[in-house]
């Protein structure tokens, strides 16, 4: 049997279900037709016109009176697209803060007030303004979340249709997120190109976009200025177009060509530079990079150039290389002339300008070097008086200030010299003063130029660098003066010393030869000078010093020579004299200085002993004139106060004595009688202990210990210093091998050994030397050999000679720096390593202001070149501190330690 189905009864007639499914599907259809419509509305638009299409539909389709889209940042909303009632209207901006749409944004979902939409939000005053009664508004969303704008439609109405509103929205609500998400970039693109472009045409460098055809796309304002390109019509040219247009720039313009060719073929960064003449005449020194950029598919597409102004750089570079030439020539002691010469030579090469130098004496200035100038423009102006209108360099001076003039033809400091200059076809003029540490003024630098011109920069700072070089080479040569001063003349009378006399005794016996004269030598010596400076004091028998050099200087005048040789010894030289003028002014001598001196309201007494040596009777070389007078000078004494006396051979000591002196100094050497003490040597600064002076004592069997004045002196005459001085630096450098083989802190420390001028002139100075470092295991570089200013008499063979011993490896000092023929000339010739203040100028450093002086200088002089300084006879803290607030590197003497065996020498290396 076949299965029968009932089929159901079916009421044909409409029922209420029938209805509601055929209105769903009559809405579903009006949902599907108005979407249709919106989306056929909005279909090509983009971005801002998007957006506009879409609130007008929405608003017609929803029937609302009020629709917008809006970009949310923070708490501020601004509109997009707003249409009200009909028409499009301009775009505002509102604060969310009570407002519906807050509560979208901070919600993050669509938001519905169907009525009474002001009753929620009373503090929206829009709302009231407007009469809105219903909102409907939903977020737009980025792709990372955040709300970045809304979309909302209001009516006056209550909304009706709630339902349809809402889906709408949604939906379009997505095309409208993706929209103003692109509309966004778009800003932010657009934004951070302008920005780009300010930045570009903003920077000083030069900077240059052209596309992969070598047209320029896009160039800086830094550019277009260099090259004088227009703004307008420099787009989409290239440089080959720019060389027909551009003759002053054309070949410039055809290196660029080459340039981007080397870089396209290159196909990485390259980088170089260039010198761009511009059209003032100024030169600029430009370091391009050039960076080819090319596509995916390997073809050219951009080439980036960017060019940066190294002029001051480059200046600075060359600047300093001259100025290390400069330093070095003043170090080496070059003539004062020559170095001007070159540091005008090095300006005028980095700046094209006219240089002179000009130097103030009494309120003038006198031309010292202006090798370009004309020189009856210089013959004009030499010598001018500096006043507030004379020029720049009158004016400069004047003011102590940098007075620049960019046009001499109307500026009125030139109203004085303004034809000459221009005659001479000077038409700017800068100048600034050169000024001492104390910012007194020395003299003034200038720079002249053919054309009216302005300072730049680097220019600015090239003449002040030039002035500061100048005022190093005028204090150079100043202290130099200074410190040759000294060298030939006593610091508290300002008289000759005896270096200086017997150079001026030298050269007075050579002319008496040749003219067949007599040459006499006065030697005095103070009578009571010591009891009144014991009594009375130093200082005041410093002044009786300095009134007695006036009084012998008043009598002698232009008759001859008057020197101190130190202490209270004077000498005098008569050249072309006779026996009977000798002694008639000897006689004048002793009755001027028994004439009492009035200092400090005080008469003070004294008297002098004069002995008297002549040429040629009584000797033919400085050392015997000196020696012999002196003589004569003790036999005056010997026989009473206020006398003179001639040299008589009889009168020298017994010739046995020197006999006797001779053999029981051969006799010291055969039995060992000789002893090394070793004074130790600290620096002042860190009070490390750096070494130690070797010094002699002869251990005589019957008189004890013999200081080394009373036999070194003979031992050099007779030639004895050599065994002597050989002994010495055996036994030194032996002592030293054993410190150091016994020495477990690891401190090494450096021997010094004094070397007589006779030593240095053995023919096997350097082999034994040599063999002594060999044999005794020494290091030569802890070595210091003192030798002393008596050495420079043969300038060549002591240069040689000090040259061997550091190519052996020792280190050289020059012993009682200050006392002989203290000359630039032998610190730059020599190859020392160090200077050593003689004890002289230490003994009274604390009350003694020309020795504070000598002291400062020499000081000075050694840091300048190099060298280190150490100072002698240091007998008190007071000394210490004052050299070390002078900047002396070392120092040894009696406060910091007596001269001591090598055994106490060995417990404070050890100790330490």
Excluded at 317 to 334: F, P, S, T, V
Excluded at 466 to 494: C, G, N, P
Aim: proline share 3%; glycine share 4%.
């Amino acid at each position: 049997m076949k299965k029968q189905f009932n089929r159901p009864n079916i009421d044909l007639k409409p029922s209420h279900t029938t209805e509601a499914f055929i209105a769903l599907q009559n809405e579903n259809d009006y949902l599907k037709k108005t979407i249709l419509d919106i989306a056929q509305g909005i279909e090509s638009e983009v971005s801002e016109s998007f957006f506009t299409h879409l609130v007008q539909y929405l608003a017609r389709v929803l029937k609302c009176s009020y629709a917008f889209i809006a970009e949310v940042d923070h708490h501020c909303v601004k509109t997009i697209a707003m249409y009200k009632q009909g028409e499009m209207i301009e775009q505002f901006e509102y604060n969310l803060e009570h407002t519906p749409c807050e509560n979208v944004v901070n919600e993050k979902r669509l938001c519905c007030y169907q009525e009474y939409v002001q009753n929620l939000f009373p503090l929206d005053s829009d709302l009231t303004r407007l009469d809105i009664q219903s909102y409907l508004g939903i977020p737009l969303l980025h792709v990372d979340g955040t709300v970045i704008g809304i979309l909302v439609v209001m009516n006056d109405q209550p909304l009706h249709d709630r339902s349809l509103a809402e889906t709408i929205l949604k939906i379009f609500s997505f095309r409208a997120s993706a929209e103003l998400i692109r509309l966004l970039e778009e800003k932010k693109l657009k934004l951070s190109e302008q920005n780009l472009l300010t930045l570009i045409h903003t920077m000083p460098d030069i900077v240059v976009f052209k596309d992969g055809k070598g047209r320029w796309i896009e160039a800086n304002n830094a550019v277009l200025r260099l090259f004088e390109l227009d703004q307008d019509t420099y787009k989409g040219k290239t440089n080959s177009d720019f060389q027909k247009t551009n003759e002053f720039h054309r070949e410039m313009f055809m290196t660029c060509e080459e340039t981007d060719q080397e870089a396209w073929e290159a196909r990485k960064p390259i980088i170089f530079e260039e010198e761009i003449k511009r059209t003032n005449g100024a030169i600029m020194m430009v370091e391009y990079t050039k960076v080819p950029v090319y596509d995916h598919k390997g073809s050219r597409q951009w080439l980036i150039v960017i060019g940066r102004d190294i002029t001051d750089r480059k200046l600075v570079q060359d600047n300093l290389l001259g100025q290390n030439d400069i330093l070095e020539m003043i170090a080496k002691g070059k003539p004062m002339g020559a170095i001007l010469h070159r540091i005008i030579e090095l300006v005028e090469q980095q700046s094209g300008a006219i240089c002179s130098i000009l130097l103030l004496e009494n309120d003038r200035l006198i031309h010292s070097a202006a090798p370009n100038l004309p020189e009856s423009y210089i013959r004009a102006i030499d010598g001018v008086e500096i006043g507030p209108i004379v020029g720049s360099c009158g004016t400069a001076a004047f003011y102590n200030t940098k007075i620049i003039v960019s046009d001499i033809g109307n500026d009125p400091l030139w109203n004085d010299y303004r034809e000459l200059a221009l005659i001479h076809g000077l038409r700017a003029c800068w100048s600034v003063p050169i000024t001492d540490k104390k910012n007194q003024v020395l003299g003034t630098f200038a720079m002249y130029y053919k054309v009216p011109h302005s300072p730049q920069t680097y220019e600015l700072k090239l003449i002040e660098r030039a002035a500061y070089l100048v005022s190093l080479v005028i204090e150079r040569d100043k202290a130099e003066a200074t410190i040759r001063h000294m060298a030939f003349h006593d610091s508290l009378t300002k008289l000759p010393n005896r270096k200086s006399f017997q150079h001026m005794l030298e050269k007075a016996i050579v002319d008496a030869k040749q003219n067949d004269q007599i040459v006499s030598v006065l030697y005095l010596d103070l009578d009571r000078f010591k009891m009144i400076n014991d009594s009375m004091g130093h200082s005041l028998g410093d002044v009786l010093l300095q009134n007695v050099s006036d009084r012998l200087q008043t009598m002698i005048m232009n008759r001859g020579v008057v020197s101190r040789q130190g202490g209270d010894e004077f000498t005098i030289m008569l050249p072309n004299t006779t026996k009977e003028e000798t002694e008639a002014i000897a006689k004048s001598i002793m009755v001027a200085l028994t004439i009492p001196f009035n200092i400090q309201d005080q008469d003070l007494y004294i008297s002098t002993s004069i002995g008297i040596s002549m040429f040629p009777f009584d000797g033919s070389t400085f050392e015997t004139l000196i020696k012999q007078a002196d003589i004569a000078m003790y036999q005056a004494k010997k026989q009473g106060e206020n006398l003179h006396q001639f040299y008589v051979k009889e009168n020298e000591y017994p010739a046995s004595e020197h006999v006797e002196l001779y053999r029981n100094l051969r006799k010291a050497l055969d039995n060992n009688e000789f002893v090394l003490v070793y004074q130790p040597q600290y620096d002042i600064a860190t009070k490390e202990f750096i070494g130690v002076e070797a010094l002699i004592r002869w251990n005589h069997p019957e008189k004890g210990i013999v200081s080394p004045l009373q036999f070194i002196p003979f031992a050099e005459e007779v030639g004895l210093i050599v065994p002597i001085g050989k002994w010495v630096l055996q036994e030194a450098c032996k002592q030293w091998r054993l410190w150091m083989d016994h020495n477990h802190c690891g401190r090494t420390i450096k021997m010094s050994v004094n070397l007589s001028s006779r030593q240095m002139y053995e023919p096997d100075l350097i082999e034994l030397m040599s063999k002594i470092l060999n044999e005794t295991g020494m290091d030569p570089h802890y070595l210091e050999i003192e030798v002393t200013e008596s050495i420079t008499m043969n300038l060549d063979r002591a240069t040689m000679l000090l040259s061997k011993l550091k190519g052996i490896g020792v280190s050289i000092s020059i012993d009682d720096f200050g006392t002989g023929f203290s000359s630039l000339a032998y610190l730059k010739n020599f190859p020392i390593d160090r200077i050593k203040i003689d004890r002289t100028f230490i003994k009274d450093l604390s009350n003694d202001i020309s020795d504070q002086n000598i002291v400062k200088t020499i000081i000075a002089l050694g840091i300048n070149l190099n060298l280190k300084v150490i100072a002698e006879g240091v007998e008190s803290e007071e000394q210490l501190n004052l050299l070390k607030n002078y900047g002396c590197h070392e120092a040894q003497g009696y406060f910091l330690g007596l001269p001591m065996s090598a055994d106490n020498i060995a417990k404070i290396i050890y100790m330490e």
